[in-house]
């Protein structure tokens, strides 16, 4: 049975610190600025002073990685021994030893895992503060997704539109380039074609779209001929693929004009928002596509990560 917290400890934790906690379950780390955002604190003031509380508490743990040319980050802010403890006792599980989460905020900030990780989070955040209708409902860590698909990606996610229409996707960053243009392609062959599995929702459904995000035009001119050859003429998968420097003259960034249909898509003339996207993918739905539903209890043990944060 899990060590439970202190009752004193509990009853101050919020409905909000709750899902700050569920955040870095999940996600392993946030800056302050994000989850101001992520979490509905209103404020980066408010978040600062609540964050600070929480960790004289030992709820949360806080590091600034340093910078390459010098100086540091903002603070990025993890589960403290309290807010690991309150997990485990959420999910029934043994608590998590200080000691490893001690090793995993030195494995964390100080391995190369951490730029990629951070490239992620700055993705998704910015897809939620430039996402003027509509909200992301559900994300889903690369490590869940791994686990889940056997399939390299850097998340998912589903967004909701206010009239009901979902997109649910698998993130592939480019930006900026890590892998080259057929190592993409080859992570593209991971994902299910033609019928990529979807988690089980209600409301419309629709194919998990892939999308490709890299940094520039000529990059992203790369990426499309690879991808265009690689899948063929016949695929039945949807696919999107945006470079940065276009989303950020773009009004909307990421929802606006700037995604390439291809693959089932490529038949689509010029680039779409993603709320066409959104349309286009549902419109090309497999209607035997064969759901499977995730347990969204089971918890993100640090034990597990090992391997994937070294």
Known sequence: MPTPASPAVRGQITDRDRRVLALLAEHFTFTTSQLALLAGFGSVITAQHRLAMLHKRDVLHRDRPFRSGGGSYEWHWMLGPVGARLIAEQHRVAPIRPAKVSARWRKLFHGWRWAELSAQHAWFCTLVADGTAGDLVV?????????????????????RYPDGRELAFALL????PRVGAHELCARLAKLPDPDMPFTRRTGPS???IPLLWCATPHREETIRRAVAKFLGGETGMPLGL????????????????VWLPLGSLRHLPGRLTLAELAEAARS???????????????????????????
Do not use: F, K, M
């Not at 869940?144 to 850097?154: C, H, K």
């Not at 960053?173 to 900026?176: K, N, S, T």
């Not at 945006?242 to 004009?257: E, S, Y």
């Not at 090309?284 to 391997?307: F, K």
């Open 242 to 257: 945006a470079c940065a420097q276009q989303a950020d003259t773009t009004a909307g960034g990421a929802h606006g004009r």
């Open 139 to 159: 994300w889903r860590s690369a490590w869940r997704v791994s686990r889940t698909w056997q399939a390299t990606t850097d998340g998912y996610g589903r967004w």
């Open 206 to 208: 629709g194919d998990t």
């Open 284 to 310: 090309h739905a497999n209607p035997n596509s064969t759901y499977w539903t995730e347990n969204d209890d089971e918890l993100i043990r640090y034990d597990d990560t090992e391997d994937w944060v070294a």
């Open 173 to 176: 960053l480019d930006d900026p």
